[in-house]
């Protein structure tokens, strides 16, 4: 399989190879530039798509025939957009997972316990959610993660085992910092870009289209006006046969520590 591992290995054997092979005759410069190129090209892809397994074994669906699927959120909590959210869920009588930011939990307390209290999950999505959380390094990522775990203990009294990377980016540190902790590291395979589509109908058919049994559905509870579209996904769901299940169930995992 493709990984961090198996990518730098093969790129330190091929380096090698044609370091030995311009002993023999010489290899034109472009051999070179073209395997830096194609390392750095898979580097990439591995990082910014959580589901290529390439640094961390990201759990992005369930392993199932059966039609059920798990609803996530990231990015709040965020008083009104939570809180509608919210009142969706409980009117179709389903559960979700809140993956949230630890530096918007102070002031908004009362939001995380609302949704601890309504019978949903809450895990990590760090503390920071910062644009450079990716450079931070092994110690720095510990340190971001135990205090946005920290943050939630403080106020529902749990300890999150799931984790989600923000904006998904999955580096070497990260893989070492989430080992760590022991935090499971929650990716998606149906991702809405509800944060980009802004027509309703538009993003139902995204969304509807990728659904497939043990699909983990990814949204953001800061989006004004996403439970319009939620709406009809879950009608959608209903109509399709589709139960939407708490995801410790969907991936048979515990949710907390
Ligand atoms: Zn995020």
């Given at each position: 399989m493709l990984t961090h591992r198996t990518t730098c290995i093969a790129f330190g054997l091929a380096l090698a190879a044609l370091v030995a092979l311009n002993?023999?005759?010489?290899?034109?410069?472009?051999?070179?530039?073209?395997?830096?190129?194609?390392?750095?090209?898979?580097?990439?892809?591995?990082?910014?798509?959580?589901?290529?397994?390439?640094?961390?074994?990201?759990?992005?669906?369930?392993?199932?025939?059966?039609?059920?699927?798990?609803?996530?959120?990231?990015?709040?909590?965020?008083?009104?957009?939570?809180?509608?959210?919210?009142?969706?869920?409980?009117?179709?009588?389903?559960?979700?997972?809140?993956f949230c930011i630890g530096n918007r939990i102070k002031g908004n307390e009362e939001v995380l316990k609302n949704i601890h209290k309504r019978g949903h999950l809450i895990g990590n999505h760090s503390y920071s959610h910062s644009n450079l959380f990716d450079l931070k390094n092994t110690s720095q990522m510990i340190d971001d993660l135990k205090k946005g775990n920290n943050e939630i203990k403080r106020v529902i009294g749990l300890e999150p085992l799931f984790f989600r990377p923000p904006y998904g980016v999955t580096t070497p540190s990260l893989a070492r910092a989430s080992k760590?902790?022991?935090?499971?590291?929650?990716?998606?395979?149906?991702?809405?870009?509800?944060?980009?589509?802004?027509?309703?109908?538009?993003?139902?058919?995204?969304?509807?289209?990728?659904?497939?049994?043990?699909?983990?559905?990814?949204?953001h509870d800061t989006v004004n006006g996403l439970e319009f579209a939620l709406e009809?996904?879950?009608?959608?769901?209903?109509?399709?046969?589709?139960?939407?299940?708490?995801?410790?169930?969907?991936?048979?995992?515990?949710?907390?520590a």
């Open positions: 002993f023999v005759f010489p290899v034109a410069w472009y051999w070179f530039v073209l395997l830096i190129v194609a390392f750095l090209s898979i580097e990439f892809y591995g990082a910014y798509f959580v589901h290529s397994n390439f640094h961390i074994r990201a759990i992005c669906k369930a392993d199932t025939s059966e039609k059920v699927i798990a609803l996530t959120f990231d990015d709040g909590p965020m008083q009104e957009r939570t809180d509608a959210i919210l009142n969706l869920l409980d009117k179709f009588n389903v559960k979700a997972t809140f760590k902790l022991k935090l499971e590291v929650i990716g998606w395979n149906v991702r809405s870009l509800d944060t980009t589509i802004k027509n309703r109908q538009e993003l139902v058919e995204r969304v509807t289209r990728r659904i497939q049994p043990g699909s983990i559905l990814l949204f009809d996904i879950l009608t959608y769901l209903n109509q399709n046969g589709y139960k939407v299940v708490e995801l410790d169930k969907l991936i048979q995992k515990q949710a907390y």
